[in-house]
């Protein structure tokens, strides 16, 4: 049923941004083991994502030039994810109707499909897989005194596969110890997570030197605690920004607009106030901590959002069966346009990867007819966003050449070679077929 729900992801012909098709290009090798591995060992890395680049690199060999295929796979391993998400729930004694529903609810949500639809976003999947695993094993009932140990073994095990896969996954271990806070207690809890969190602390005191120099120039990841607020705010907002495709520019938007969604955001977290504040708290600091990491950079990404997904979700299906039907009726209509929000999001998606599939396919046809540099504008100008993430950076496509061979550049006489139409076509303006 989820991956039903997320068809029109699995059926898309192309790509968003440059992320994947820079590993496309990368892994563009004649055989397996001319594969240009990632080390391991290289604490010095301002990206230290062994696991995700090196099982990245595979998946793009095989797969990404069959676009359907690697949609596929990253939905059903995100669909997997929803499933174990529904699972937990059952184990926290929620109903059956409500696991499932709160599994579909987190597939649908906006940052979640964005993430789905994306295969730039192998590491936030992989780092949700192992932290829901974790909390599988936390929740399970057993004899907590007999299988301690080795829970404890498993959560270390996991939370160092997390680390492998992204910087996201120190958000895991407070999140685990929610988890099994509202399983054993306090005390068991910090037993069973306190090993898991120690090897955190230690990774990010190695990995210090290389994340505490970031170039201020860079907007992505430079990072200053006064970002906290605004970064907050648009994290907050945006589920209920529809049909606003990216988190980014979510404060840009009018003040009625952001009202609505304000509103919407504040009806939910009094609907749980209403049940209990345990609930209210749980939600909203959850949220926080499974954000935490992001908070202090200079720009919001929707996929930074995918582990906060699935802990808002979680919450507010473990406090349904707590709440009186005006409550309920709350979550179900914000979490209705929420989810209206995802579905904008999984159509606009594919369409963006039908134009990328068309445009380089031109692209591709158009520099092996002339050796001659190529300039690309738009014949829409917002739709330059696009030309810049599938030309900048992206060395070459289906083994064609694009580094040093094509810029982009603003409409104007003459200054364009080629001009991408709305449905990716390459065309040639007059002044340049003259």
Known sequence: MLLLLQLPLIFNPGYLSFDELQWWARADVPAFADLPWIAWTDLRAFQYRPLTFNLWLVLAHWLAGHAYAMH????????????????????????????????AAFVLSPYVAYTHGWTGTLGDLLVLLFGLLGACALLRRHDAARHGRIITLLLVLLVILALLAKEAAVAVPPLWLAVAAARHGWRRAVAFVAPAGLVVIACVAARMPALWLVDAGNEAYAWHLANIPPRLAEYALFPWLPPLFEVGPSLDKSALRLGFAALCHGAVVLALLRTSWRHAAAWMLLGTIALAPVLVLGRSFDHYAYLASAAVVGVAAYAWRDCARSARLVLLIAGSIACMHGVQIMLRMREVGAIEQRFHADLAAALSRTGQPLRVGTARAADAWMVERWVGNVPSYRGVVLAGRVTTGPAGPGAITLTMQPDGALTTPPAAAQ
Do not use: K
């Open 72 to 103: 596929a796979l990253f939905v059903l391993l995100g669909t997997i994810n929803g499933l174990l998400l529904a699972a937990c729930l059952r184990m926290l004694d929620a109903g059956r109707t409500t696991a499932a529903a709160a599994g």
